[in-house]
């Protein structure tokens, strides 16, 4: 579709990747909402989209309370998906891979972190283990653990899923659903004569659609969306690498997905392994720039997963690519939920590589607010804008 069919909706929704898609299709499905919703996007194979990128992982190890109550949300609509999906026979089931997140401690301020952090999740009904040094060793012999002291690990609700596969769906059954998807671009924004709402935004191709709500759900592009209303968001694309590699000695069970003290991580990817990083200076990016450093894998990355594991002395990338986190500057955490002064503009930005397993629960979020004006499920006013306002940042130790 090129065209707006209606001159007029009731919700514009700014980004049409994994986060406008479960906005949409929760929109469907939420009792409280009866209007219409358009989701525009100037990049339909999303090409720059963070959710192309995606690593599509899921973890219960955070040491924010809001942000462990998310991920088990997620990890329940991931392994009910067709359920969550009205049972249709179409609908794939998906599968949760649930080799865990090892975090390793190489000094006792790190491992305390963990225990600290293993207390908290535990307490909030996650199976996360503190682990010593002899403990992963008995678990995994194939790592080096000279320099380590702790760990942590959970293995149930922790893992892989295929996240392309929940956007493809999400995207399918809220356009079945009557939500219409533009491939236009929103490039500017109509304020009431007060400031306090969004009237009309207008696309690239020169229409002009009057909104009730706007959702600023454009990913790494959130800030330059929000500066059309008038409202700053500390919020920038910073690039994350990964590499697919093949070894010739494989390891005899799952590689958890491991969070190296050298700021590398690695794990099993089917047959094959996956390991990424942050580039060795991480500075905003333009949205479009995917400039790939090539040295990056020799320099940084191999020496750390073969010191790691010396089994894998022998392996070949096969491939490689560069995606983007909306990286909020403040805190690491999502901003969520309406802006304080410009009413209905509501923001579903900065989840700083959090982004695919806390859809589920943030787009559901989000519905709730639109049709009732308050959450009903989960209280995301953790989230709330106006913490950036106040300079206030939600704490979460467990940032990747």
């Given at each position: 579709?090129q065209?707006?069919l ?7 929704i700014v980004g ?7 906005l949409a ?6 009792p409280g909402?009866d209007?219409?919703?358009l989701?525009?996007g ?17 973890r219960?190890?955070?040491?924010a ?6 991920s ?7 392994k009910n998906?067709?359920h969550?999906?009205?049972?249709d ?8 891979q649930?080799f ?14 963990l225990r ?8 909030m009904?996650?199976h ?28 149930v ?13 999400f995207?399918?059954m ?13 490039t500017?924004m109509t ?7 969004v ?10 659609v009057a909104?009730g709500t706007?959702v600023?759900a454009s ?8 500066g ?8 920038e694309?910073r690039k994350?690498?990964?590499f ?5 000695k ?6 958890p997905?491991?969070i190296?003290?050298s700021?590398?991580h690695?794990?099993t990817e ?9 580039p ?8 479009d720039d995917?400039?790939?450093?090539h040295?990056l894998?020799?320099d940084?990355v191999w020496?750390?997963i073969a010191?790691?594991?010396p ?7 096969i491939n ?11 805190d690491?955490?999502a ?5 304080s002064?410009v009413?209905n ?19 559901r979020g989000?519905a ?18 106006r913490?950036?306002?106040e300079?206030q940042s939600?704490?979460e130790?467990?940032?990747?």
């Amino acid at each position: 579709m090129q065209n707006a069919l209606e001159t007029s909706y009731d919700v514009v929704i700014v980004g049409g990747a994994i986060y406008g898609s479960a906005l949409a299709w929760w929109l469907t499905n939420t009792p409280g909402f009866d209007g219409e919703g358009l989701v525009g996007g100037g990049d339909p194979p999303h090409e720059f989209a963070s959710t192309s990128h995606t690593n599509s992982c899921i973890r219960q190890q955070f040491t924010a309370p809001v942000n462990i109550q998310i991920s088990q949300f997620g990890a329940e609509f991931i392994k009910n998906f067709r359920h969550f999906m009205h049972d249709d026979p179409e609908v794939p089931e998906l599968a949760l891979q649930s080799f865990g997140y090892l975090y390793l401690a190489d000094t006792p301020e790190f491992a305390q972190t963990l225990r600290e952090a293993q207390s908290i999740q535990a307490s909030m009904g996650a199976h996360t283990q503190h682990m010593t040094k002899d403990e992963i060793a008995a678990r995994y012999p194939f790592y080096m653990l000279d320099d380590v002291i702790a760990g942590n690990h959970n293995t149930v609700n922790e893992g892989y899923f295929d996240g392309g596969t929940m956007f493809d769906w999400f995207k399918r059954m809220a356009r079945r659903n009557g939500v219409e998807y533009l491939h236009d671009e929103v490039t500017a924004m109509t304020k009431a004569a007060d400031g306090t709402s969004v009237t009309h935004v207008t696309l690239k191709s020169g229409a002009t659609v009057a909104c009730g709500t706007v959702v600023n759900a454009s990913g790494p592009r959130a800030a330059a969306t929000a500066g059309m209303a008038g409202i700053t968001l500390p919020v920038e694309p910073r690039k994350r690498y990964t590499f697919v590699f093949d070894a010739a000695k494989p390891l005899d069970r799952d590689l958890p997905l491991t969070i190296d003290p050298s700021g590398v991580h690695f794990r099993t990817e089917g047959k094959y392994y996956m390991a990424g990083c942050p580039p060795r200076e991480d500075p905003a990016v333009a949205y479009d720039d995917f400039a790939f450093d090539h040295s990056l894998w020799e320099d940084k990355v191999w020496p750390a997963i073969a010191t790691r594991v010396p089994q894998f002395d022998q392996v070949k990338v096969i491939n490689e690519w560069v995606g983007h986190y909306d990286y909020n500057t403040l805190d690491q955490n999502a901003i969520v939920g309406p802006h304080s002064v410009v009413e209905n503009f509501l923001c579903l930005n900065g989840f700083s590589g959090h982004g695919l397993q806390q859809a589920p629960a943030l787009g559901r979020g989000i519905a709730e607010w639109i049709a009732y004006g308050a959450y009903r499920t989960l209280d995301l006013s953790p989230y709330a804008y106006r913490r950036i306002e106040e300079n206030q940042s939600l704490i979460e130790k467990a940032v990747i």
